[in-house]
């Protein structure tokens, strides 16, 4: 069965710092790869997505991810974060199974920013 | 644009009791739907998917089933609730091969407490 991991479970960073979460996925045909985003008492947004292309994506507020075809891997990264970073940071996985579109997502890597 | 309603939004029910939670996708056409749960550290374990009216994929075996009476309304059911039924469920749309880059947009959950 297709899987995404998320590397940390919870990172803790001060204010300035740089950000990398990474992520993995097991496929090995062709997906989609995205970043979700959750706020504390929001719903999940979407941050960025790759579908083909430039393997360097760049997303909102300052967000980027690279896919790396050969290490299956859709790593997030910001140069310099802030308070307001403080959220729940998902990535996923989409591709067509038998039945349809399915999204499988990683379990999630809790981002706290200390101002 | 497209929207997604949820609701309701919290929702406090006694062991052995019926639920119903309701989705409904406006500004879009055949759209898939999604129920997925989400829990602490575990991130979004989807329940079910549809593909259209009355299709509907379970991925995981439980106490829950879905249905899709009308092309843009999903519902979540149990018929007795059990505790382990507690937790944060979303529901999802996606649409694949359009302008939309085959994209799942999130309402903005229910919080289920079975007591």
């Known amino acids: 069965a297709q899987s995404v991991s998320q590397h940390n479970h919870h990172v803790i960073l001060s204010e300035a710092a740089s950000l990398e979460l990474g992520c993995n996925y097991s496929?090995?045909?062709?997906?989609?790869l995205f970043w979700y985003v959750q706020y504390p008492g929001q719903h999940l947004q979407l941050l960025l997505k790759?579908?083909?292309?430039?393997?360097l994506v760049k997303g909102i507020k300052g967000f980027e991810a690279e896919f790396i075809k050969s290490k299956f891997s859709f790593n997030l990264r910001k140069p310099s974060v802030q308070w307001s970073d403080t959220a729940e940071y998902f990535c996923?996985?989409?591709?067509?199974?038998?039945?349809?579109?399915?999204?499988?997502f990683g379990p999630g890597t809790r981002l706290s920013v200390l101002p | 644009s497209q929207t997604i309603h949820q609701w309701p939004a919290t929702l406090v029910q006694p062991v052995g009791s019926p639920l119903s939670l309701e989705c409904t996708v406006e500004?879009?056409?055949?759209?898939?739907l999604y129920w997925y749960r989400q829990a602490a550290g575990r991130g979004l374990q989807l329940l079910f998917y549809?593909?259209?009216?009355?299709?509907i994929s379970s991925e995981v075996p439980q106490n829950l089933s879905a249905s899709r009476p009308q092309d843009r309304q999903f519902i979540l059911s149990s018929k007795k609730l059990l505790l382990s039924d507690s937790g944060f469920y979303l529901c999802?749309?996606?649409?694949?091969?359009?302008?939309?880059?085959?994209?799942?947009?999130f309402g903005e959950g229910s919080w289920l407490t079975v007591v």
């Open positions: 500004g879009t056409s055949n759209p898939n």
């Open positions: 999802a749309w996606s649409v694949w091969g359009t302008a939309e880059g085959n994209t799942i947009y």
């Open positions: 790759y579908f083909s292309g430039d393997p």
């Open positions: 996923a996985v989409s591709l067509r199974d038998n039945y349809g579109q399915n999204f499988v």
């Open positions: 496929y090995g045909g062709t997906v989609n």
């Open positions: 549809s593909v259209g009216i009355g299709q």
